[in-house]
């Protein structure tokens, strides 16, 4: 299996794999004292947790703006806005908590040449700020998950506009726009279309829900494949952007949802005794809740819990040289980066089956809820059969059965 | 005994059980759907797509267990 593989392109995930080591480099690494607390705390989870500031370690780090609406202490709203949290420590009426205490609530550095030092040992970009005076009643600041899901976006309506162009323009002609991008994009979105559209969503709904269905799907693909990207994230590793994809598909559900679907969902089912009901209709509203509620949790946890396992792996390097000492440190980085490589191929497997999970799920539940029920047709259509047709399809479904028992001990 | 220190045991022993109880579910999802591809070649296609959505709903229960585990050692 290895020996297929060709030199080159082992060589190059193996570039992959170190330039990713390269951009996990602790902190402190140059002056302070490197600490296991620390290189849990700002290297594995800063690297994975969202932050004001983008980073392309050993060439730069580039703190983003930050916005804020804050209520003053004379009890006026202003937006604030700053170049970066540096310049906003320096400048605005601000103190820095650094987390990671034992009590959890620290006392707020404030003093400009405690800042200063802070600054000059990065702690500002793993801390949090608070307002001295009055308090910050809305954070808008531009983070790297923003970025990134902006990237994201624009990926996907860069390829799709010009795809969607291209149809309009030879629109006339016989022959389809032909090419290997516009074949590769047209074949996902056919596969959208025909595997998770088509079967999920019945009576011809689906043509109505599919814009939403492809579009979750590209920026699902395209923000997890973006995580993939050293130096860069994945947007759909933070919380906040799963719940407003899975607030979507559950507001569709509830827009769209027919008469049948929300009589069963209030009432119980049909011909069930009342107490039943009583019980069955509370767990039924929990479960709509909780179904949406595991697909926002479900997509989260998948992209944290690949780049935090990636981060772990590597961050067992710098473990071990606090530990262990050099040596141990070298021999681990082989086993680590060798095992990153494996993991990041493994992630990008778990790129599209989530994305294809997210969809599909989306398109049950959807599914679900514009099902119209056609008890009077369905029962109809069982009498026809008649008792001698279903006698025989039972005989030929029973020695179809022993067919199959017989066969593999005789072959 | 220190709090802290029982959180970290909790965690520790959570994310643990968590992934015995995901190896079980995704282990027998794979072995009946091998089976069932095995008897079924013509049905393999449906097969594998729904094996990939029931291991994606396993899985979801596994990383809700990791996440508690998360909070438990990071928010300690």
């Known amino acids: 299996m290895i020996g297929r ?7 190059a995930l193996v570039v992959l794999g170190v330039s990713l080591a390269l951009s996990a480099t602790p902190v402190e690494a140059a002056d302070e004292e490197v600490t296991l607390e620390s290189i849990v705390n700002n290297t594995i989870i800063g690297h994975a947790e969202d932050g004001y500031y983008l980073n392309f370690k050993p060439f730069a780090q580039v703190e983003l703006p930050r ?10 709203l202003t937006l604030e806005a700053y170049g970066s949290t540096k ?16 009590e959890g609530h620290a006392a707020p550095i404030t003093a400009s040449e405690d800042l200063a030092e802070a600054i000059a040992a990065k702690e500002h970009l793993h801390g949090s700020v608070v307002r001295t005076s009055g308090q910050v009643v809305a954070d808008f600041s531009i983070s790297r998950h923003l970025i990134f899901g902006l990237l994201a976006m624009l990926i996907v309506l860069g390829i799709f506009i010009a795809l969607a162009q291209r149809y309009k323009k030879e629109h006339d002609r016989p022959e389809a726009p032909q090419g290997v991008f516009q074949n590769m994009m047209e074949v996902l979105v056919v596969f959208v279309r025909d595997e998770i559209a088509k079967p999920n969503i019945p009576d011809g709904k689906w043509a109505t829900f599919l814009p939403y269905l492809l579009t979750a799907f590209f920026f699902i693909l395209v923000a997890n494949i973006l995580g993939l990207v050293p130096f860069a994230g994945a947007a759909t590793s933070n919380i906040a952007v799963t719940g407003v994809m899975a607030i979507m598909t559950f507001g569709i559900v509830l827009l769209y949802g027919s008469s049948d679907y929300y009589k069963e969902l209030l009432t119980g089912p049909p011909d069930a005794p009342v107490l039943i009901r009583i019980i069955l209709v509370p767990i039924e509203i929990i479960g709509l809740v909780m179904r949406h509620l595991a697909l ?8 944290m819990g690949g780049s935090l396992i990636i981060f772990s792996l590597l961050g067992l390097v710098f473990m071990m040289n606090v530990i262990m000492g050099e040596a141990a440190a070298w021999s681990t980085t082989v086993i680590s980066i060798g095992f990153t490589v494996f993991i990041l191929l493994l992630k990008l497997l778990v790129a599209f089956i989530q994305a294809y999970v997210f969809t599909i799920l989306s398109a049950l539940f959807i599914g679900m809820a514009v099902e119209e029920h056609h008890p009077d047709g369905e029962e109809a259509a069982e009498p026809d059969v008649g008792l001698d047709g279903r006698v ?3 005989l030929d479904a029973v020695e179809d059965k022993m067919e199959d028992r017989v066969q593999p001990t005789t072959a | 005994m220190d709090p802290a220190a029982l959180a970290y045991l909790a ?45 994606g709903l396993i899985e979801g229960v596994a990383l809700f267990a990791l996440i508690i585990c998360l909070l438990l050692v990071l928010f300690v």
């Open chain 1, 5 to 11: 593989i060709r030199p080159l392109r082992l060589v």
């Open chain 1, 67 to 76: 916005i804020l609406l804050v209520r003053t202490a004379d009890g006026a």
């Open chain 1, 87 to 102: 310049g906003l420590l320096q400048n605005g009426p601000y103190g820095l908590v650094h987390g990671g205490d034992e």
């Open chain 1, 296 to 303: 926002a949790i479900r997509l989260f946890a998948n992209m």
């Open chain 1, 392 to 394: 025989e399809d039972r």
């Open chain 2, 11 to 55: 965690a520790g022993l959570g994310a643990g059980i968590s992934a015995v109880g995901a190896a079980i579910g995704i282990g027998r999802l794979a072995s009946s759907s091998m089976d069932g591809a095995a008897r079924q070649p013509e049905a393999a296609g449906d097969i594998r797509g729904l094996m990939i959505v029931s291991a």
